[in-house]
């Protein structure tokens, strides 16, 4: 996924005061835990009154919450334009995933689903595969509340799924975060919760996370040009920095790629969080007869983008490597992959000539473990999803400005060239002080004059 929103009414990106940082920390908690849900309708603003909660367990409530908001008969945003619902439209929805109560009966509703004809064979053993990798996955981490936390969450994951495959959902070019009347970013945030190891876990250079949101109340537009690692990085993003910049974990919008929007199994986390969709080059060409039509919408999706820069106060984020990162076939050693230096200049362009002011940082994530992406690029939509617990790492290094690099090349594109080298060196740079505190176990004793390590959730 190449993924990112702005407020469902405002094109500004920050119409409240500040989160201080003191307030949304628990000094007795050391994760950085979501606030409790008191009903399925979870409002921005308690998001950012309370932007920590208080245990583990009332995440796991907050999903059973959802669960019996849906048994009482909430209805679903289920159209691309927000105006259908399932009692508008008529939809007899099947509650065969939220009456289960059990494992045993949660995998006979895939069962029972598919041998109804209502569920597609590829898609059932797809959740089926999803429900097993995720227990195990969360049996790793050694949670005594696993059993409660698998069933909960995955019974709002299976329905979600389920739900899309009766009545499709259709992304717009660009797509705003669904919050009610079912909250969807809660949703993706309390299931990769579980899979993060907090305790191994990140941030590098914290303080300029709270410059950029210093810099967005002031009207600035924020790029971060990021490596991609798996379908999971919005949800690490947003849960590494919700404890201090829960307005930033919120907000951000992602250039997503096609195959986050289209993946039955992918699409509810999709839908909870701020997109422009594209195509991405790598499967720009997958099925010939359809490039043209990719392009056209690509070009919409960028018109979308230049129109939100120019209001201000936004903050997107892009891999322009047009992928995931993926391991050497030799070493095994993971590494960002290549920058390509047309998109990092499209996005340069895009926040130059919007007359707003506007800071492009480089940006490193490293939570390929958790959910690692196929081996080989795939044409196929409906990859297999690896899951495991693990800990992550998220990193920005100061803004790099393309005047300082471009006044030492009198050719424009070895400019271009040198300024997307600068990103993607930045972004190594960081990716290894992250490897060596994460994979190397050397903790915050990774820290270099460079990049500083945190745990700010602690």
Known sequence: MLLLSVSPQHHTLFSVSRVSSSSSLSSSSRLPLLPKLTSSIFSRSTARRFPCALTFASKVRSMAELVEDKEAGVAVVASGSGEGTEESKGLNRSHTFLDART????????????????????????????????????????????????????????????????????????HKALREPFDYY????????????????????????CDMEEKLQQGHNIVLISNHQTEADPAVIALLLESTNPLIAENMIYVAGDRVVTDPLCKPFSMGRNLLCVYSKKHMNDVPELAEMKRRANTRSLKEMALLLRAGSQIIWIAPSGGRDRPDPLTKEWHPAPFDASSVDNMRRLAEHSGVPGHIYPL?????????????????????????????????????????????????????????????????????????????KQGLGASTPTVSLSQPWN
């Open 364 to 440: 490193t994530l490293m939570c390929h473990d958790i959910m690692p992406p196929p081996l080989q690029v795939e044409k196929e939509i409906g990859e297999k999803r690896l899951i495991s617990f693990h800990g992550t790492g998220l990193s920005v290094a100061p803004e790099i400005k393309f005047h300082e690099i471009a006044g030492s090349y009198e050719n424009p594109d070895e400019a271009k060239e040198a300024y997307t080298q600068a990103f993607y060196n930045s972004v190594v740079e960081q990716y290894n002080v992250l490897n060596s505190a994460i994979h190397g």
């Open 103 to 174: 494992e045993e009966a949660l995998l006979a509703g895939i069962r029972e689903e598919t041998e109804a004809g209502r569920l597609p064979p590829n898609v059932a053993s797809g959740m089926e595969e999803l429900y097993q990798n995720y227990r195990n996955a969360v049996f790793q981490s050694g949670n005594p509340r696993a059993d409660e936390i698998i069933l909960s969450n995955m019974t709002v994951a299976l329905d979600r799924i389920f739900l899309d495959v009766e009545d499709p959902f259709v992304f717009e070019p660009h």
């Open 186 to 209: 809660m949703f993706g945030q309390n299931y990769i919760q579980p899979l993060v190891d907090f305790s191994n876990s990140y941030v590098g250079n914290i303080s300029l996370f």
